[in-house]
């Protein structure tokens, strides 16, 4: 199946919020709650965010947040910090023989 | 504390096989999946396969099929990555994560084995 669609780069400033969005389809975002967020810095593995379309994982963040409407889920990051400087990944069930299905990825600056 | 510890970097020619590992600790190895995510150099995450260690049930993406072998012992709580003849194309930093459920997300990550093709 076809990768979920992200932004290839978003950017804010120190102290703002931002939103990157995750598109897929009926088959993955739109068929199921299985929605997860991950934070990859460079050199580093990545970290689970964000599961269940909405759901931190203990030790996450209150500024990061999640959600869905229809086809499409979005990441939001509030209170823009420095150290949120890095690549995010959208993930999603799809119910078939090969459940998972990864966004491309989405570089974020914080200017 | 929960760990899955991966195993070494590793240099092959094209055509030599390969199998790297990821070591789970801390936790029931039986009752969570595993998956295998690539990740090539200076691009995103690929889903390449899970295992369920508990009975070996195992999910490949269409991408992957046939390309590798994924595997485990849970005698050893270990799963397995295994290609039989490597490209130059399978150049890449390869993780391993798990998940509490099939629909579940990769809770925990290795650190990552990187693999790198050269003639």
């Known amino acids: 199946q076809s990768a979920l669609t992200q932004p290839a780069s978003v950017s804010g400033s120190p102290g703002q919020s931002i939103t990157i969005s995750c598109t897929g389809t009926s088959s993955d975002i739109g068929g199921y709650d299985f929605v997860s967020w991950y934070q990859q810095h460079p050199g580093k593995a990545p970290k689970l965010i964000i599961y269940d379309v909405s759901n931190r994982p203990a030790g996450v963040s209150n500024r990061f947040s999640g959600s869905k409407s229809v086809n499409a889920a979005s990441l939001t990051i509030s209170g823009l910090q420095a150290e949120d400087e890095a690549d995010y990944y959208c993930s999603s069930y799809t119910g078939t023989s090969a459940p998972v299905v990864f966004g491309g990825g989405t570089k974020l600056t914080v200017l | 504390e929960v760990q899955l510890v991966q195993s070494g970097a590793e240099v092959k020619k094209p055509g030599e096989s390969l199998t790297i590992s990821c070591k789970g600790s801390?936790?029931?190895?039986?009752?969570?999946?595993i998956s295998w995510v690539r990740q090539m150099p200076g691009k995103g995450l690929e889903w390449m396969g899970i295992?369920?260690?508990?009975?070996?049930?195992?999910r490949y993406s269409p991408s992957f099929q046939g390309q590798v072998t994924i595997s485990a012992d849970k005698s050893i709580s270990t799963a397995y990555l295994q290609w039989r003849s490597l490209k130059a194309s399978d150049t890449a930093m390869y993780y391993c994560?798990?998940?509490?459920?099939?629909?579940?997300?990769?809770?925990?990550w290795g650190q990552g084995t990187r693999v790198t093709l050269s003639s």
């Open positions: 295992i369920y260690p508990g009975d070996s049930d195992t």
């Open positions: 994560a798990r998940h509490p459920r099939l629909q579940g997300p990769g809770d925990y």
């Open positions: 801390q936790y029931t190895f039986t009752s969570y999946w």
